[in-house]
């Protein structure tokens, strides 16, 4: 249907279709974080992926974040030569590996195997890591960015749900220190190997159908050399080089609550903690996320507001857990708490709250991220950028976490965690105080990017023509 009058540009109305829209794409991604990711973290979220030695397992998991940090690095040149939908299906093959090499770890007390397959890993999830982060800051509508970056969170966290009711299941008679059952990896090993089919449902960015009508642009050039210098313009940006140390914080716990998990916990008591950090996760991220959106206050207050909750609610968190782990070190006989022991609510709370902080600022961190995009092409760079340092963080994290206790014992980790908190609070500080000003006046909706990318589209697709993606007409759908 095409419509035209004497005064104006033609108009083109299309009708939206299902699997081309914000949502069914989002949906697509965040399967695929239950999937892989999700069952990842709910492994690891046991400590030590669940084993009963979580020190060579952590030592493993460093070697996958470096390998992440250089697919990060060059990875943007691999997407534009084929294809967001087709990296993004390449970058869940090695998910199911990993977790049969934990089996096999497990089962036959096998070491080489989990090496040879955090190597595989490393590629496969950096590409994943890159695309996973691109997708959900480029797809979705402005304005409902922060709701679909707690779907996308959230999802990932249902993953660990499941993998927590799965292992609580199996693991439930199970009053002692060691490893989970090996029934479990089963489990996750069949549930990881669907996620490549799945990832082939995503469209492209250059199909999808938003329902403000704005395009989603996606502009990498496929030279290397002009990728690695407009990367190199990206870093160079005021705002990145300040926001670098919160990128490389933002994870760095990770290995520490983990590793915490393990060491104070019976096998069962493990994966219900894990089971109900979840859940609080979902319910905290959703909350964020809604109040991120909400277009009330402006852009700024929504900023300052949250990184000043979060940076709270975080430092109070790292001073509680080194109470606590303090408290662990100085006895005779550390603990090994059930849940039906006294003291394993104040133990607990260490791990829950840990998670839901960690996931609180890495889900305020990408809506942070996609305020300060600029145009399509640095969509791809910027997540690279986070994933990139991200993975650096976490490959150091991982590192100090796989040193024995009796040479460097937990209160120490959370101290190095403590001290790279502190020290990014006011770099990010800076670019958070200025974000959502425009020619100093505080906006109420994020249009930097898409200024630019409608201008890029319409200069491409040249004066006289509009098209309105609508399901019922063209009234827009906003």
């Excluded at 009708?15 to 829209?21: E, I, M």
């Amino acid at each position: 249907m095409a419509t035209s009058t004497q005064d104006g540009p033609s108009t083109q109305v299309h009708r939206r279709v299902w699997y081309r829209t914000t949502m069914f794409n989002l949906t697509v991604v965040s399967a695929c974080a239950f999937i892989a990711p999700g069952l990842w973290a709910a492994m690891n979220g046991l400590g030590g992926a669940g084993s009963a030695d979580p020190y060579y397992v952590n030592s493993a998991n460093s070697v996958i974040f470096c390998l992440q940090f250089l697919v990060c690095i060059f990875g943007s040149s691999i997407i534009a030569n084929i294809g967001l939908k087709w990296a993004f299906a390449f970058g869940m093959v090695g998910f199911p590996v990993y977790a049969a090499s934990i089996y096999c770890n497990v089962k036959y007390n096998n070491t080489w195997y989990i090496m040879f397959a955090c190597v595989i890993d490393g590629i496969s999830s950096g590409i994943f890591w890159l695309t996973e982060g691109a997708i959900v800051l480029a797809y979705p509508e402005k304005h409902r960015r922060g709701k679909y970056l707690a779907y996308w969170l959230a999802s990932r966290i249902v993953g660990q749900m499941v993998g927590g009711f799965v292992t609580v299941g199996v693991n439930a008679g199970n009053a002692e220190k060691g490893h989970i059952s090996v029934q479990t990896y089963l489990v996750f090993i069949s549930i990881q190997s669907i996620g490549p089919f799945v990832a082939t449902m995503l469209s492209p960015p250059e199909k999808v159908q938003r329902a403000d009508m704005t395009p989603v642009v996606v502009n990498i050039p496929k030279s290397l050399k002009t990728e690695l210098i407009a990367m190199w313009h990206l870093l160079c940006r005021r705002e990145i080089i300040l926001l670098l140390p919160m990128i490389f914080q933002s994870v760095f716990s990770e290995a520490f609550f983990s590793t915490y998990n393990a060491t104070y916990f019976t096998v069962r008591a493990r994966a219900l903690t894990s089971l109900v950090a979840s859940t609080c996760v979902i319910i905290s991220n959703f909350a964020l996320g809604f109040f991120l959106d909400w277009r009330k206050p402006s852009i700024n207050m929504r900023a300052k507001a949250s990184f000043s909750f979060i940076y709270a609610f975080e430092m109070s968190l790292y001073i509680y857990a080194m109470i606590v782990t303090k408290d662990y070190e100085s006895r005779a006989d550390a603990p090994v708490l059930d849940w039906v022991d006294s003291g394993f609510g104040r133990g607990a709370c260490v791990y829950i709250l840990m998670l839901v902080g960690f996931n609180l600022m890495y889900d305020y961190l990408y809506w942070l991220i996609g305020t300060i995009n600029r145009d399509g092409g640095d969509i791809i760079r910027l997540s690279a950028v986070v994933r990139g340092v991200e993975s650096c963080g976490q490959a150091i994290s991982y590192g100090i976490n796989s040193i024995d206790q009796a040479r460097f014992p937990l209160s120490g980790a959370v101290a190095v965690n403590l001290s790279f908190f502190a020290a990014c609070i006011i770099p990010s500080a800076f670019v958070i105080w200025e974000v959502g000003i425009i020619n100093e006046v505080k906006v109420h909706s994020i249009v930097q990017d898409e200024i630019d990318d409608a201008a890029a589209m319409t200069e491409a697709a040249g004066p006289l023509t509009t098209e309105i993606w609508n399901e019922n007409g063209p009234k827009s759908d906003d």
